[in-house]
């Protein structure tokens, strides 16, 4: 939580600099809870961020200017992801924050990682996109099937992270015995690249930038997850279902990656008040946000309002569903 993107701080300083003291007075700071810097949370985190941000003093959206909440200034934090932000905005260390849809569902219900300790003021202000699991192998190296790993060095992700607790899952499903490492993206990649690990799991949206210097640099492969594979970890993961990793999504893969993906969403409290979700929600679905959106990050593509309420299984803040309710997406 205290690595704050450094657009945020240098946008942050901008406005105290030159903004009057009065309106370092009216700010107020939204800060949304992210992942790695290697991933997809943290720039889609910044992205929406950017987009919900109005400061005092900046020039309205009729004129041209942003359009996000007046008086907003949102900050993309890194952290370790889905399980580490849904604790913190249910603790209200973090006003808001991305997570994968099994954590969101299951911090909500008090089970699975969160068994016997529910983060049930919880709230969903959008559904985003899939994110697709990654089993990164080495370069020209190749897997039989998931048994394979059994023995092998696999980072299994960042402890606090929902791709830890769906790959232990996995690993756990098919008795496989491996060397774990509790790792970030970057040091996945790095440890790969270096030789010490034989493996490593990552779930998020693609591409991640990570993957794209490991591609240019030593270059990598996509583990192909069979049909059976699939729809095994579908019943273990009700939340994963069967999706597709695109050739050339990486530069250096050639041929379609089958895998399976959660959905990730954007989350805060239900102790946020209901007209600054209500003004965020407008803000994230305004036509200069789906610019932003699909200019920003080839995942930004994905985010859509049509899927805002796809695969939601808790309750929408209220404010949220106001806006949800004006579009006759919700009754």
């Given at each position: ?43 889609i985190?910044g ?16 004129k ?13 934090v ?5 399980v ?38 919880v ?9 697709d699991?990654?089993l ?16 092998k ?8 992270s ?6 232990r ?33 990552y ?30 970890i ?40 209901s ?35 796809k ?6 803040h ?14």
């Open positions: 939580m205290k690595f704050y993107s450094k657009l945020a701080v240098a946008f942050f300083a901008a406005i105290v600099g030159f903004g009057n003291f009065s309106y370092a007075q009216e700010m107020k700071f939204f800060r949304i809870g992210t992942g790695g810097a290697g991933g997809t949370y943290f720039p985190g992205l929406i961020a950017n987009a919900i941000s109005s400061p005092p003093g900046a020039r309205s959206c009729a041209g200017g942003t359009c996000g909440v007046p008086g907003l200034v949102a900050i993309a890194s952290t370790n992801a889905s580490f932000n849904m604790n913190a905005v249910h603790a209200g260390n973090l006003e808001a924050g991305l997570a994968g849809a099994q954590s969101v569902t299951q911090g909500y219900e008090g089970t699975g990682k969160f068994k016997g300790n529910k983060k049930d003021k709230r969903i202000i959008a559904n985003l996109y899939p994110e699991m990654h990164v192998l080495p370069k020209g190296s190749e897997l039989g099937s998931l048994n394979d790993l059994n023995g060095r696999v980072g299994v992700a960042s402890a606090g929902g791709t830890q607790v769906s790959v899952m996995i690993l756990k499903h098919y008795g496989i015995k491996a060397k774990e490492q509790e790792l970030g993206l970057k040091q996945s990649a790095q440890r790969l690249a270096d030789g010490q690990l034989d493996a490593f799991f779930a998020g949206g693609t591409p991640f930038a990570a993957l794209i210097q490991l591609g240019s640099t030593k270059g990598f492969e996509l583990y192909k997850f069979s049909a059976d594979e699939r729809k095994q579908n019943k273990i993961i009700p939340y994963y279902v069967e999706s597709l990793i695109p050739a050339g999504t990486y530069e250096t893969i050639n041929y379609d990656v089958p895998t399976v993906a959660v959905n990730g969403q954007l989350v805060t409290s239900v102790d946020q008040p007209d600054l979700i209500y003004g965020i929600t407008q803000a994230l679905w305004s036509k200069k946000t789906r610019g932003l959106l699909d200019k920003g990050h080839s995942k930004g593509k994905a985010i859509q309002l049509k899927t805002a309420l695969g939601v299984l808790i309750p929408v209220p404010g949220a569903a106001k806006f949800y309710k004006e579009k006759g997406m919700m009754q």
